[in-house]
């Protein structure tokens, strides 16, 4: 990250501070830290005032921290307590804003403990802004979702009677990991038969069999930005009638968003555009998460499109999943999930694997 983003970035927090009445603002969140800073140690703490940019961390980061963070004071802190004293006295500053989303009960009484600070507990600092890209973590999130593409397009030949979830899953990592992939955005999900109706299964012993759905979620996970996506598969030469009623019940759901989805809606009118679809055929019940999420450095951030999102608008620059589903108990379950940003006049695909769900065999 070049030092006119992190200028940029943190003129966009120093604004902020007299809407929090706060004078300074201490970051521990490891996604917010790396956001600001471009540090991507997993210890560290930023304190920013509106003319200090301080980054306290210990002896196995400072020569990555002062490469990596160069527009940030490096502070050397050795985990005492009179050390992050001295941290948080250096600010010159008596009234600090706290993430009150990721700090524990424990770590704030700490804080309180070693320092006569004024604390101010914050909802939401970074996260609002983390919401809408730049080009430069598009371009890593385009490349981080081409990587998924190309390995779920392997899917079909992959997959085999007699093979077990967690084998099918161990291929697709390995797929990904051998076109560059960092890591896994999650846990692969290979769900089949009856297990393909719990939409976060965890791949197990279940041996594939012809007449399977299958619900396959994945993404990779590259410079720190995370890929998602879901496509469901029939396991035999002909699907049932069953099974093409749910999947074109799904995909008409999706389309259907994809076809109206702009900047200004609220995410649940987003939600209400597939969830309405559902609900209409008779499968309501059975479809009982939000119909997406943002993603980025963390794989579920806001906006969230979800019955619950009224107050959550959407805006240009924002990388949203759509993921329709339909989970029946006994029987299996189908998604299908895409991974889009959001323009002025619609959206971007960022996923592009085909869906094609029948496998012979």
């Keep these: 990250m070049n030092n006119d983003t992190t200028q940029e970035r943190l003129n966009a927090i120093r604004g902020k501070f007299d809407e929090w009445h706060v004078d300074g603002l201490l970051i521990n969140s490891a996604m917010n830290r790396r956001w600001l800073s471009g540090f991507t140690g997993s210890a560290g703490q930023l304190l920013i005032t509106r003319d200090k940019a301080l980054l ?19 502070f050397k802190h050795d985990r005492t307590e009179k050390k992050t004293a001295e941290f948080l006295t250096a600010a010159g500053v008596d009234k600090i804003g706290l993430e009150g989303d990721h700090l524990t009960l424990n770590e704030a ?7 006569d600070i004024s604390w101010v507990s914050l909802e939401k600092t970074v996260e609002p802004l983390r919401q809408i890209k730049t080009e430069a973590e598009l371009d890593i999130l385009r490349a981080a979702a081409a990587i998924t593409d190309k390995a779920m397009a392997q899917f079909n030949e992959m997959a085999r009677p007699g093979l077990t979830e967690k084998e099918v899953a161990w291929e697709l990592e390995k797929a990904m990991r051998q076109m560059g992939a960092d890591g896994m955005a999650f846990d692969v999900i290979v769900a089949s038969g009856p297990n393909a109706a719990l939409p976060h299964h965890r791949p197990g012993d279940r041996f594939l069999q012809a007449g399977d759905a299958i619900v396959v979620d994945m993404g990779a996970k590259l410079d720190g930005y995370h890929s998602d996506m879901t ?20 995909q008409k759901a999706q389309t259907a968003v994809l076809d109206q989805i702009k900047p200004g809606m609220n995410g649940k009118e987003v939600d209400a555009l597939a969830r309405d679809i559902i609900a209409n055929a008779g499968h309501g019940e059975y479809f009982g998460h939000g119909l997406g999420h943002g993603v980025g450095l963390f794989i579920h951030e806001a906006p969230h499109l979800s019955t619950r999102a009224e107050k959550e608008i959407m805006q ?12 029946i108990p006994g029987w299996g379950g189908v998604r299908i999930e895409d991974l889009v940003v959001l323009t002025d006049k619609g959206f971007e695909y960022l996923s592009h694997c085909p869906k094609t769900p029948r496998i012979p065999v």
């Design 231 to 250: 496509r469901s598969f029939y396991l035999g030469n002909e699907p049932d009638e069953q099974y093409w009623t749910v999947y074109n019940l799904v």
């Design 109 to 115: 009484a700490r804080l309180k403990k070693v320092a």
């Design 56 to 74: 306290a961390t210990d002896f196995r980061y400072w020569e990555q921290a002062a490469a990596q963070a160069p527009a940030f004071t490096l």
């Design 316 to 327: 240009a620059g924002m990388t949203v999943t759509i993921e329709p589903g339909v989970y």
